[in-house]
């Protein structure tokens, strides 16, 4: 009786204990299967969320750089610590007398912040100053005996037929007779230049 009653116990213990390992599997094999439905559900989500357009912004007007590296953290760095340890380093002497002191390395440091500066300068005058800007070239005759101080021709009027067209664009190949050319300059620069006609009179 006592042998029985051990192996009932036995029996319910061991039946006891493959119930639980059973729940344990199953609960387990639930919470994975969740979790990878919701994995799922979230990877959907974002991809829906790359594919929507993008709101217009003042920033999307501008052009994204290239590199992934130039950040605005990178743009501050370089403002805020890269810049000023820079500065702070260049040999800039306390004194007007500490000039004469500087060496050649010191001098030589000094060669790139100042070309920038007058870069920038020299842009700023140009961009900004009326005065500075090259003026346009008022001269008209570029090709016809240009060594010359004065360009003069004298004609004899025995030598004109009945008519003769004489050019004052200053571009005919044929000077200083007109051969034409006036009309392609027109057409380009909307003038209106024309030749000299000198006729003989008739009786």
């Known amino acids: 009786m006592r042998l029985l009653l051990r192996n009932v116990k036995a029996c319910s213990a061991a039946f006891c204990h493959f119930h639980f390992d059973l729940l344990e599997i199953t609960i387990v094999n639930f919470v994975s299967h969740r979790r990878f439905v919701a994995n799922r559900c979230v ?33 501050s760095g370089l403002v805020k610590t890269t810049l000023p340890n820079y500065l702070s380093g260049l040999p800039i002497p306390n004194t007007f007398g500490g000039w004469f002191r500087l060496g050649f390395k010191d001098w030589l440091s000094l060669v790139p912040p100042t070309a920038a500066l007058g870069g920038l300068v020299y842009m700023s005058y140009l961009a900004f100053c009326p005065e500075a800007r090259p003026k346009p070239s008022t001269k008209v005759n570029r090709t016809i005996r240009p060594a010359e101080a004065k360009v003069v021709d004298m004609i004899d009027i025995e030598d004109i037929g009945e008519k003769a067209a004489f050019c004052r664009c200053w571009k005919s190949k ?30």
Not at 44 to 65: D, I, M, V
Not at 182 to 195: I, M, S
């Open 43 to 75: 990877a959907k989500q974002q991809s829906a969320l790359r594919n929507l357009p993008q709101p217009t912004t003042w920033f999307n007007f501008f052009p994204r750089f290239p590199c992934p590296c130039i950040t605005m953290e990178t743009l």
């Open 174 to 203: 044929n000077w200083p007779y007109c051969d034409g050319s006036h009309g392609a300059h027109n057409k380009e620069c909307q003038d209106n230049l024309g030749p000299v006609v000198v006729q003989r009179k008739k009786n």
